[in-house]
């Protein structure tokens, strides 16, 4: 089987202020360049095995990216693809994990306004896993929690409910197989 590895950006500036970032760049605070660096660390001490590392242009994950890459010799290229959902009128509000925002999410056409409705991110998603799943080569993903529902969601069914409220924590590495 086939492996890919998706990692979640370290701490944003907005992580720390509870605000939805979508497609805001906010960026990483000290400990979110410290956990990409110990991420590079967990990659080389689980003996994780990767060709490319492919990042979300957004700085975020391209900071997180480029401090794995220095630790693991792992090469990288930006990958438009997985920038991560633009949540139009949600950008910037807080409570991040709100009751109001969490059924927003529940609505998959909705395009929020000025935003990216989940269909249109899930199709982009799907797309680029289709293209990796027949290629030979080994990637880790370095995006978004946003992003990381339909990674998930691709090798894995799930609820609305679920795919609404799926999260991983900041740095966190998840492996799937294709």
């Known amino acids: ?44 001490e689980l ?8 990042f979300s242009p957004l700085q975020r994950a391209a900071d997180t990216a480029s401090r794995i890459s220095e630790i693991t010799g792992i ?31 529940l609505n998959f056409i909705n395009s929020f306004g000025t935003g990216e409705s989940m269909f249109r991110v899930a199709q982009r998603i799907y797309n680029l896993l289709d293209d990796l799943k027949v290629d030979e080569q080994t990637y880790i993903l370095v995006a978004h929690n946003g992003i990381a529902r339909f990674v998930k969601s691709y090798f894995q069914d799930m609820s609305n409910e679920s795919f609404a409220g799926f999260g991983i924590q900041n740095a966190e590495v998840c492996e799937f197989e294709f």
């Open 1 to 44: 089987m086939k492996k890919l590895y998706f990692v979640r950006h370290g701490e944003s500036q907005w992580n720390v202020e509870d605000k939805i970032c979508g497609i805001t760049d906010s960026p990483l605070t000290e400990k979110g360049r410290l956990q990409a660096v110990e991420t590079g660390r967990a990659i080389l």
């Open 47 to 54: 003996g994780i095995h990767a060709d490319m590392i492919l």
């Open 75 to 105: 090469p990288l290229r930006e990958e438009p693809r997985l920038v991560e959902q633009a949540f139009g009128i949600w950008e910037g509000t807080s409570p991040r994990n709100s009751e109001a925002f969490y059924r927003a999410k």
